[in-house]
């Protein structure tokens, strides 16, 4: 028996002296299929995480709201300070604004307000000095510090008024609308939802003898 383990012992060896002798040992199954099964998992590991996480959706947009007005007229002197503080209540609680204006109006020809008294006065005497008469510097109000040329009656008279100014070399004046005392005013009522302004009617009704009506909104 002992022959014949020598024999597979020298079998043994003389198939590794082969293998070595050519530089190819084998490898091991797992060794030679490990890069392939690497890159099957980084690809399985990539779409599995895609299916769990998906991108999140992309918000449609959103269509601005366009602007509604109403115009509400007929209202007493004392009817529009009532309903002045009722609209003031409302557009604090919702998106809605609104416009007094008034019915009847004089223009006003001024130049700007300066930023001081001191400014005011050099402005006025520049004014003189170019030969534009009937000025005089605003002292108090939102106007203060700006020079008014003039109260007129309509666009053509305050329109002759600024050409007179601007022949003499005064440029930067501008005309202003200025409620007459005593006027009555109406309201102009500006949202983006139509149910607010529907709201509207029922505030009316405590106002029998006033008018609503649907606008074009001013520019």
């Known amino acids: ?27 091991a199954v797992s060794e030679r299929t490990m890069p392939l ?33 109403l115009e509400w007229r007929g209202l007493s002197l004392n009817e529009v300070a009532q309903v002045r503080e009722q609209l003031k209540t409302m557009a604090g609680e919702q998106a809605m604004s609104f416009t007094e204006v008034p019915l009847k109006t004089r223009r006003w020809v001024i130049f700007p307000p300066l930023p001081s008294p001191q ?14 008469q009937d ?9 203060k510090n700006a020079i008014s040329l003039g109260l007129y009656a309509n666009d053509e ?13 005064v440029l930067g004046t501008q ?4 409620a007459q005392q005593g006027t009555d005013y109406y309201f102009v009522i500006r949202s983006e939802n139509p149910d607010t302004l529907k709201s509207l009617s ?11 009506s649907r606008v074009a909104c001013p520019l």
């Open 119 to 132: 400014s005011a006065a050099a402005k006025l005497s520049e004014l003189a000095a170019a030969g534009v």
């Open 135 to 143: 000025a005089f510097v605003v002292k108090e109000g939102a106007w």
């Open 175 to 178: 005309v202003e609308s200025l």
């Open 202 to 212: 029922a505030i009316k009704q405590a106002y029998p003898n006033s008018q609503q």
């Open 157 to 169: 008279a305050a329109g002759r008024r600024t050409r007179e100014v601007e022949s003499k070399g």
């Open 37 to 69: 099964n690497v890159d099957r998992l980084s690809l399985r590991s990539q779409t599995e995480s895609l299916a769990t996480n998906p991108a999140p959706p992309v918000p449609a947009p959103v269509a601005g709201g366009e602007s509604m007005c």
């Open 1 to 27: 028996m002992k022959w014949v383990v020598w024999v597979l012992l020298l079998a043994n060896l003389l198939v590794a002296g082969f293998f070595m002798g050519s530089g190819r040992w084998p490898q």
